[in-house]
């Protein structure tokens, strides 16, 4: 017979006494305070440096600059400061025009014939449209420059495009006066077709200067080209030199300093064409664009031929590059200051940089040649010589600013 143990009996709906924890007792187990949920380990990153692949941090760069209301709001701004500047370098000069005539002769308004209209539709719109063009160009060049090379301190003037350009340029500026061919088939053909073989010749000296055991650094490729574009300009002006024409000597040596001076309806044709085609292109190219500020070894995985790439481009940015040197010579630093100011202003992707880098590189040499003109009125002052006093400074400043080993 079995004995009822002694103590209290349970009534009946109440809960079984249960004591937690001892075996044999009647009840569910005691459940126990759930824990509380770990916190994931810190990375073990550097300090500053961000912990997701680097794959990854594209889409951070495509975020930079604001969204699309301050991106409209830039290109609105720049647009507005660019038609100002336009009518400003139409107006004032070593004839100083009022802005009502200026606008009567843009709309046709203004009598004809008239000294008025004939200094602004045909002296100085070519002009200063030729400075749109060659701003606009220089400046997507250096931006997609700096895409290729990774390095922001890249521009068609300091890896030697320009001067390769150049150099040709004014070969077939001293074949063409021996032979009586400066003017027609020399400033239309000859000039950019030549320009265009000096430049992909710096380019592949360069390039070859620079790469070093099978591997390229960004910091050798613009100690190369700044070392290639010395030699190259002094080359032009050894050509100049040896001429024997003290006249064409003086033009040529003009022109080799960058100036607009020479611009003409003519001339203003295949400058535009080459840079709405060239911007389309590399619009088109803007997302491989965009892989190559990531990395070479991430843009190879995801799928980036980064050797055939490069090679197609650097071509392009070539031909750009010197069908605005034989417009205008060699006008520096334009392609620097231009792409870094439109960075910090609307990020880093090519899509949105590309078109803010063309109005802020017009920008800066319609400014610039209006400065060149007026600031030794009536004398024209070379707009390369400004852009250099300018863009030099700002190259050593953007020189100290970039960390010592620091990725572009």
């Known amino acids: ?56 941090r594209a889409g951070v760069d495509r975020g930079a600059g604001g969204g699309p209301l301050r991106y409209a709001g830039v290109v609105a701004g720049l647009l507005l400061a660019l038609a100002a500047a336009v009518i400003a370098s139409l107006a004032l000069g070593s004839v100083r025009i ?36 060659v701003g606009a160009g220089l400046a997507v060049v250096g931006a997609v420059l700096q895409a290729l090379v990774r390095n922001r301190l890249a521009d068609p003037f300091l890896l030697g495009i320009s001067s390769g350009a ?47 055991g099978g ?14 574009s010395y030699i190259l300009s002094a080359l032009a002006t050894l ?56 990395g070479e070894e991430d843009a190879t995985i995801l799928g980036l031929d980064t050797a055939r790439f490069r090679a197609a481009v650097f071509v392009l940015a070539s031909l750009v590059t010197a069908v605005m040197v034989a417009a205008s010579g060699a006008v520096g630093f334009v392609g620097l200051m231009a792409p870094h100011a439109a960075r910090l202003a609307v990020g880093a992707p090519h899509r949105r940089l590309l078109p803010v880098a063309a109005l802020g590189g017009a920008l800066a040499l319609v400014l610039a040649d209006l400065a060149a003109r007026t600031v030794a009125a009536p004398q024209d002052v070379p707009v390369g010589i400004l852009t250099a006093l300018t863009g030099g400074p700002f190259f050593l400043w953007l020189m100290r600013r970039r960390p010592e080993g620091a990725q572009p």
């Not at 400066?182 to 200067?209: D, E």
């Not at 591997?215 to 290639?228: E, P, Y």
């Open 1 to 56: 017979m079995a004995v009822e143990p002694a103590g209290p009996k349970p009534s009946a709906g109440s809960e079984p006494f249960i004591r937690p924890g001892l075996p044999g007792r009647m009840g569910p187990p005691a459940q126990a305070e759930p824990p509380a949920p770990a916190e994931p380990p810190a990375p073990s990153q550097p300090p500053g440096r961000d912990p997701r692949p680097r794959a990854g």
């Open 98 to 133: 009022p802005p009502g005539q200026v606008l009567d002769a843009l709309t046709g308004r203004a009598a004809d014939p008239s000294p008025y209209r004939t200094i602004v539709l045909d002296v100085r719109l070519p002009r200063v449209l030729l400075g749109v063009v």
């Open 166 to 212: 150049s150099a040709g340029a004014v070969l077939v500026l001293v074949v063409g006066g021996g032979a009586g061919l400066v003017s027609g088939v020399t400033t239309t053909i000859a000039m950019p077709a030549a320009a265009f073989a000096g430049a992909l010749l710096a380019l592949v000296l360069v390039y070859g200067l620079a790469r070093r």
């Open 215 to 228: 591997t390229l650094t960004s910091t050798r490729l613009v100690l190369a080209g700044v070392a290639v």
């Open 239 to 294: 050509l100049l030199v040896v001429a024997g024409r003290p006249e064409q000597f003086q033009e040529a040596m003009y022109w080799s300093l960058g100036g607009l001076g020479s611009a003409r309806w003519d001339t203003l044709v295949l400058p535009a064409a080459v840079l709405a085609v060239g911007v389309a292109v590399l619009l088109a190219l803007a997302r491989p664009l965009d892989l190559l500020l990531v």
